[in-house]
């Protein structure tokens, strides 16, 4: 085994020293997904949106035909990432690596994009740090630094939140929005009066919130993955009598994505939540992108589907500027920069940093209609990822 890799990793060497094999006829994309497993949900919504997006707008770009191969890590499993990126680059001969919904696989495929040189985009994967991996690499989704220092700053500014209590799965997204959101709420002059860390697949958080409850802050910030856990702690809020209209309640948009309101029913109401993208936001472009996906899928796009969309509009538009050139650092180059309006809004590609530079949307859980929704009422535009932003310093 140890023999193969070795030879792979040469054979990288070698692939970054060749001109692109496919120069003439078609680009290969390589994507790199859990297409089984706890997250193959996730990779449904982001696969939809990249076959939305080359159904509306062709499968040849610059005069060359598009072709995917998909490749299945079947979850959380860099090693799988790793081995994958390699074969596709050294083996399929691919030009650009997408993909990646989860940070530990993007951070081990990011290595072997630097290694052989190879446009990579990440499409969802939301540690700060994953787009310092390799120079080639551009992000079309969003940070978690990004939304929740941004709601941290929103909320001692203008969300009347000075005193708050911090609740986040202890692994490594909970513990960077943690982080994230503390350090944007105390530079806008609030303070934390608490923390707890809580296990990730915790079924039952009444002790938890009952700790914040004897604490009497003037807001609970909450960061818990999707799946089973938003319910669960939002029957914790409503057994321990804790009403978000009064403790403002305010975490990432996953915690009152739609399948987390379904569960949660009416104690939802009134929670805050920072976000980049939402089906219900209100644009034309949304409004079509939505019905098309719909017509499509049976059902609303989310944040992977953004991810999805943007990261393949990015690969056209810096094939486009290239004229179908697929070398690392033509395209990197071509991606530095570029700005275009999606459904969520404008966004761009930073150019020092390659990351993705968007509106965040403060969102308040009321009824319309009948429904529980996630309403926009203020926005923060133009945010970087602050993670990088500090590097620089």
Partial sequence: MKKALIGLAAALGLAAAMPAANAQGTIKIGLIMSYSGQFADAAAQMDNAIKLYVKQKGDTVAGKKIEFIRKDTGGIAPDVAKRLAQELIVRDNVDILAGFALTPNAMAAGDVSEQAKKFMVVMNAATAIITTKSQYMARASVTIPQINETLGKWAATKGGVKKIYTMVSDYGPGIDAE???????????????????????????????????????????VFVPGGAQPAAFGKALAERGIDPKKIKVMGQGEITDDTALKSMGDVALGIITGFHYDHNHQSAMNREFVKAYN?????????????????????????????????????????????????????SIDPETRDIIQTIYVRRVEKVDGKLVNVEFDKVENVKDPVKARMKK
Avoid: C
């Fill in 179 to 221: 982080g994230a959101f503390s350090r944007g709420i105390k530079e806008a002059g609030g303070e934390v009066v608490g923390t707890v860390r809580m296990p990730v697949a915790n079924p039952d958080f009444s002790a938890y919130v009952q700790r914040a409850k004897d604490i009497n802050p003037e807001g609970i910030f």
């Fill in 295 to 347: 017509e499509a899928y049976g059902r609303n796009p989310d944040l992977f589907s953004i991810g999805g969309w943007d990261g393949m509009h990015l690969i056209y538009e810096a094939l486009k500027k290239t004229g179908g050139k697929t070398d690392g650092e033509a395209l990197i180059n071509a991606a530095k920069g570029m700005k275009w309006e999606s459904p969520r809004g404008p966004i």
